[in-house]
């Protein structure tokens, strides 16, 4: 693997769905698309935080190896998570993705970069600064857990969490 960076074969999440049946799970949300890629996949790194992204930098400033962050933000819409300038170290570090149970912003600068982006909706406000937060934990985005190292696999159809890579 080039640098460390993770390889992941292009992978539909309807193609998944019907080749691992139960032991792949779906996220029941309707995540909207905001970065230059609709289309990722790698292994979660899980993140619990509410109206804080501290943690999201400080995560995304680190390499991303084509692994997927997952934002629990308990579907807070108060404030964004992340903006343009997130997105651009996402892009930049090699992460696959990042997907946020809650807001974004700077859309505009979003759709720019090289990177999946999934949220709820966007929001103009900034976040708190407080460093709160639980890195790699397990997370449930309704209701679904989310575990480090899962399996994330994002397309326009949506998102879906399994626990290893499927053959296909």
């Known amino acids: 693997m080039p640098n460390g960076?993770?390889?992941?074969p292009k992978l539909a999440t309807a193609d998944v769905c019907d080749a691992?049946?139960?032991?792949?799970?779906v996220l029941p949300v309707d995540f909207q698309?905001?970065?230059?890629?609709?289309d990722f996949a790698g292994p979660a790194v899980t993140l619990r935080t509410l109206d804080d992204n501290t943690k999201v930098r400080t995560l995304l400033e680190g390499k991303g190896e084509g692994r997927v962050l997952v934002v629990d933000g308990d579907a807070s819409t108060r404030v964004a998570l992340l903006g343009g300038n997130l997105a651009a170290l996402a892009?930049?570090?090699?992460?696959?993705?990042?997907?946020?149970?809650?807001?974004?912003?700077?859309?505009?600068?979003?759709?720019?970069?090289?990177?999946?982006?999934?949220?709820?909706?966007s929001c103009p406000r900034k976040s708190e600064k407080l460093?709160?937060?639980d890195v790699n934990v397990?997370?449930?985005?309704?209701?679904?857990?989310?575990?480090?190292?899962?399996?994330?696999?994002?397309?326009a159809d949506g998102v879906v969490?399994?626990?290893?890579?499927?053959s296909l």
Do not use: Q
């Open 138 to 155: 397990e997370i449930a985005i309704s209701g679904v857990p989310i575990h480090p190292g899962d399996w994330v696999i994002a397309d």
């Open 20 to 25: 691992m049946g139960r032991a792949v799970s």
């Open 33 to 38: 698309d905001f970065g230059g890629t609709t």
């Open 131 to 133: 460093d709160r937060g």
């Open 91 to 121: 892009a930049k570090n090699g992460w696959a993705g990042v997907v946020i149970y809650g807001c974004v912003r700077d859309r505009h600068e979003l759709m720019g970069e090289d990177v999946g982006i999934k949220a709820l909706r």
């Open 5 to 8: 960076e993770i390889v992941t």
């Open 161 to 166: 969490i399994a626990k290893e890579l499927p």
